[in-house]
């Protein structure tokens, strides 16, 4: 910040201490009116008034007025109380307000006020007083509409600045009371300066701009007040009208304007009135403003001059040759006539001498009292580039006393060097002249003391000319900006952190502002809701956030409303649902998880963290962050559709297993019978029924426990594109015609470990089921592709290991199946088939099956459209059970020998004995595993083979086989169940058993597994 200290002499008369803070720059010119009108009232050698530039038009962002504060601070406390604070504008009354504890009991005299209502509240104070800055907009339009009797509309010039946004309120709510007028605002807040440009044109002769600011766009882009004015003039068709004395000669009309002049003037008066009376006067007076107009746009446009107000004030009226030197041509004519008329002239001339003698020495003591009271170094030079004059500032930055100083060359006492390079800066006095302009000091620029001191500096130095508009030398202003570095460093490396952490989170996160602040009571009710879309806007947002929105960077949806980006009315339930759950939360940290569509169409599931930031009771922006959980969700619903068919598994391989050992019960009785039946008995022909369904009940108990995964499975090396060729051949002879198969075999890696036979059948499976869905005709298609999984989202999406796999789908055109019965199709004993038409097994097989080859299966439908099923296999499995039995040969071999049968089932162990002993052999029977240990501890030396169980109560089939290896380690083995665990029987065939068969078994099955393993050879 640049600090102005306006001079004062140092009498010991001076004792009224006056700080004024102003919320403009140094240089410009409405803060230097408003300190001439503060100085007609305040006198040099009475008041000694210090002002303080805040800059804060300029630059409202936090850190830069937080570094203003330190650096004022850091004075204040050097400095003796003052006496009154002058706020001049609405930034700077805020300052002081909100730092009233550095101002104890000082009384405060505002001007500049935009806000009416805060100066009128704040006012209420008997401390604080001022002078509204009450700007005459209607005034001003009720004169464009006498001025130009055809215009239709008015529309203000505004921007992105604070002060802009609160004159564009007031224009709205004023142009309402022009009723034949249309009255809209231009505003550079919500568009770039190029776009800005762009639309000024478009207004035609029957518009008239009312300027009110100019200064920043929505992307906080700068522009000089004159320069912009100039541009504004240049393209516009309409006439310009202002309302501040500001625009004044630069080619605007006029209006009823403010005088920056005349308001400094009136809260001086208010000053002067507290140092007087040592009372502060609580009535706060409105800005006196008066029409002025441009002479010459007023000839420009051609305006008839007997509808301009008589109480107009008009500048740049051309002054004739002889009015303006009316004095001189007398003095002419009285030199001609009379000498002595010389005598006087060369009197009033010596007197005019010294007069401008004394001004001369007076603006020379008013240099000198400037320079040694100004915050900032000040260094002037000759046009030789050797330092002329040195403040006090300057001497203590440089370490270079006056004396030693004046004469040296400024190179010397400036010494400067690249803080990045450290290289030495070149003489910013030789750039000066040999440019003739102003330029600002190199960034980074470190100033080294006469003692070796660095210290950070900044600011600019400006050529200085004489009367004649000569170079005669160069000043130099700089101050010291060390503490405001280090707090920038500090500040661009939060900044960068930030910014880091933002654009790398997986996390959403934007910030919304409302252009008028909610009601923090109204957040959650309807018309709050419709207002937050219209007039909340992106603040901030980092990609991630763009993307679940539906965009593809951030700036996409930068500065845009949340209408504007897709928060439609028809969310607005949802969004209702939102903010009540934020109002709950007292607007902290509110964590609410829910469903959401992007702009693109794509519905995800998302967990918002919203927090609020309110002030005085008013919601003003919040913060959102984001995580799409659409994944997570599908993950979840994955894992628990797998639990719920794991635990359909499990009771299905349950009911498979007593099953079974009734099945077996029937069938080995029933074949019992058959052995020992008089084929003329007329019992015969019933008998062969018996085993027939016997058989085709295993048959449908196998499919149960394929499903469970405990079923007996063959794993070979087979060919994917050889099955669905076998498949085919069979369908195509036993489908209609009017259904087309289509095939599409693109998988170049198609051989897997499986079950060609189950395989087979799963394909089958889903190719009648798609028949069926098409009574009428269509189409059905098979094709096989390759895919590599290699990430963890894709075993997640999958459901599958990392690796390589065959992808084969089967796709039909027919009814499609809804959703409610989408989730329930792998069901066992689920179907939406007639009675008697399905058993509800088929595709509860098919993803028994898959998921025995250590694969998965997906499905797709729409009602209407079809059917997808994508079978997922493993390429190349490397490990597969051995295969345990042969093809059913119906020849019975006899034997001999003691075989243990150990059942824990009375059916399955006595059939069983009987078959045994039908065949030859001699039986011992035991019903559980402690019976089973003792009898072959009795008799292990005559026992030939035992036929165990897996699943039998207290101990199981493997620990039983375990103890009896104990006591005689070569005994052969033969295990039997309805259902185990594939790893289990594997486990236990390469520890020594001799072969495993499925219950329920055939007589004749059975005979040849025990003659082999009798005879020496492994099943």
């Known amino acids: 910040m640049c600090q102005l200290l306006i001079p004062t002499y140092a009498e010991a008369k001076v004792v009224k201490k006056i700080l004024m803070l102003s919320a403009y720059h140094s240089s410009f010119d409405n803060a230097f009116k408003q300190i001439d009108g503060v100085r007609s009232v305040l006198p040099f050698d009475e008041y000694n008034l210090d002002v303080e530039f805040m800059d804060s038009k300029r630059f409202e962002d936090e850190k830069t007025q937080s570094a203003f504060a330190i650096n004022l601070k850091s004075r204040l406390d050097k400095l ?141 882009n700068t522009l000089d007040f004159k320069d912009g004015m100039a541009r504004l003039v240049g393209v516009s068709k309409s006439p310009i009208f202002c309302v501040s004395d500001n625009c004044i000669n630069t080619g605007a009309i006029g209006g009823k304007v403010l005088s920056h002049y005349e308001h400094g003037r009136e809260a001086a008066l208010i000053a002067k009135h507290y140092f007087e009376t040592k009372s502060l006067d609580p009535i706060v007076k409105a800005s006196p403003n008066k029409i002025v107009l441009d002479y010459n746009v007023i000839k420009k446009l051609g305006i008839n001059e007997k509808v301009i107000p008589k109480d107009a004030i008009i500048e740049n009226i051309p002054v004739s040759f002889v009015k303006k030197y009316m004095k001189w041509i007398v003095l002419t004519l009285l030199v001609g006539l009379l000498q002595t008329g010389l005598i006087l002239a060369l009197l009033i001339n010596r007197r005019q001498r010294n007069k401008a003698l004394q001004a001369s020495w007076k603006s020379e003591e008013n240099l000198r009292i400037t320079l040694e009271s100004i915050g900032d170094g000040v260094i002037a030079t000759d046009i030789d580039g050797n330092v002329t004059k040195i403040n006090k500032v300057a001497e203590e930055l440089t370490g270079w006393k006056r004396e030693e ?28 002249i040999e440019q003739k302009s102003v330029i600002g000091l190199e960034a980074d620029t470190i100033l080294i003391s006469k003692a070796g001191d660095l210290r950070h500096v900044a600011d600019s130095g400006a050529p200085i000319f004489n009367d004649m508009g000569d170079l005669v ?172 068919m794991d635990v359909i598994g499990r009771l299905a391989g349950g009911v498979a297993h ?153 796709s039909d055109t027919g009814s499609g199946i809804s959703k409610d019965v989408l989730s329930r199709i792998f069901e066992p004993f689920f179907t939406t088939k007639p009675v008697g038409k399905g058993t509800g097994l088929g595709l509860a097989a098919v993803y028994g099956t898959i998921k025995e080859h250590k694969g998965s299966i997906n499905v797709y439908s729409e009602v209407g459209y079809g059917t997808m099923f994508k079978i997922y296999l493993p390429v190349d499995i490397e490990y597969a059970t051995e295969d345990l039995i042969d093809n059913v040969d119906p020849t019975l071999i006899y034997g001999e020998g003691l075989i243990l049968i150990v059942d824990d089932e009375d059916l399955i162990r006595n059939m069983a004995g009987d078959i045994l002993s039908a065949l030859g052999y001699k039986v ?67 520890d020594g058993v001799k072969a495993f068969i499925q219950k329920p078994y055939r007589k004749a099955l059975l005979s040849q597994m025990i003659a082999k393993v009798l005879a020496g050879e492994k099943r």
């Open 80 to 220: 003796p109380k003052y006496d009154l604070i002058i706020a001049a504008e609405d930034n700077a009354l805020n300052f002081a307000v909100s730092h009233r504890d550095w101002f104890n009991d000082i009384p405060i005299v505002f001007l500049g006020i935009n806000d009416i209502e805060r100066g009128k509240k704040l006012a209420e104070d008997p401390m604080i007083t001022g002078v509204l800055q009450s700007l005459s907009m209607a005034d001003t339009i009720a004169l464009a509409k006498e001025l130009f009797p055809n215009i239709k509309s008015v529309t203000a010039i505004s921007d992105g600045a604070s002060t802009g946004k609160v004159l564009a309120e007031e224009f709205r709510v004023i142009g309402k009371e022009f009723k034949d007028l249309k009255t809209d605002v231009l505003s550079s807040a919500n568009m770039s300066w190029e776009e800005f440009w762009r639309k000024v044109p478009e207004y035609g002769a029957d518009n008239a701009f009312l300027f009110l600011a100019i200064y920043l766009d929505k992307d906080q």
């Open 405 to 432: 100083a004046v004469g040296s060359s400024f190179e010397e006492v400036f010494n400067i060097i690249s803080s990045v390079s450290g290289n030495r800066i070149s003489s910013p006095v030789k750039k000066i």
């Open 473 to 644: 030398g160069v000043v130099l202003v700089f101050r010291d900006v060390t503490e405001q570095e280090k707090l920038e460093k500090v500040a661009r490396e939060n900044d960068e952190r930030m910014r880091m952490f933002f654009s790398s989170s997986s996390y959403g996160i934007y910030c919304v502002e409302f252009d008028k602040p909610i009601l923090i009571k109204d957040v959650a009710k309807g018309d709050a809701v419709k207002s937050i879309k219209e007039t909340g806007r992106m603040l901030f947002a980092n990609k991630r956030a763009a993307n679940i929105i539906g965009f593809h960077h951030e700036e996409e949806i930068m500065h845009k409303t949340l209408r504007e980006i897709g928060f439609s009315a028809e969310a607005s339930e949802r969004q209702k649902l939102l903010l009540e759950s934020f109002s709950k939360s007292n607007f902290g940290m509110c964590n609410v998880e829910t469903t959401a569509t992007s702009i693109d169409g794509v519905q995800r599931n998302i967990n918002y963290k919203i927090t609020g930031i309110a002030e005085d009771n008013y919601l003003v922006r919040i913060w959102v962050v984001m995580e799409d959980i659409t994944e997570l969700k599908k993950a979840e619903d994955q894992f628990h559709q797998a639990q719920k």
């Open 658 to 810: 007593d099953f079974n050992n009734m099945l077996g019960g029937i069938l080995g009785h029933a074949e019992l019978i058959e052995m020992n039946i008089d084929e003329t008995s007329p019992i015969k022909r019933h008998i062969g029924p018996i085993i027939s369904a016997a058989t085709r009940a295993a048959d449908l108990t196998n499919k149960l426990l394929v499903f469970s995964r405990k079923g007996k499975t063959v794993f070979v090396r087979v060919d994917m594109h050889e099955i669905v060729g076998s498949s085919l051949s069979l369908l195509e002879r036993s489908f209609d015609k009017n259904i087309t198969i289509e095939t599409t075999l693109n998988a170049p890696r198609h051989m897997v470990l499986g079950d060609s036979t189950l395989l087979q059948n799963a394909l089958m499976n889903l190719a009648i089921n798609a028949r069926d869905s098409m009574p009428t005709g269509g189409k059905i298609s098979f094709e096989t592709a390759n895919i590599t999984l290699s990430s963890d989202i894709e075993e997640i999406t999958y459901n599958l290991p990392k690796g390589e796999y065959i992808e084969v789908s089967v």
């Open 924 to 990: 011992l029977l035991a019903e559980d595993s402690d019976k089973a240990l003792e009898l072959f501890k009795k008799q292990a030396d005559k026992i030939d083979l035992v036929i165990l169980d897996m699943v039998m109560p207290k101990r199981s089939g493997k620990e039983l086989y375990e103890m009896l290896r104990e006591v005689n380690p070569d005994v052969k083995v033969i295990i039997s169940s309805g259902f185990s665990r594939k790893d289990n029987i594997d486990e236990m065939i390469k």
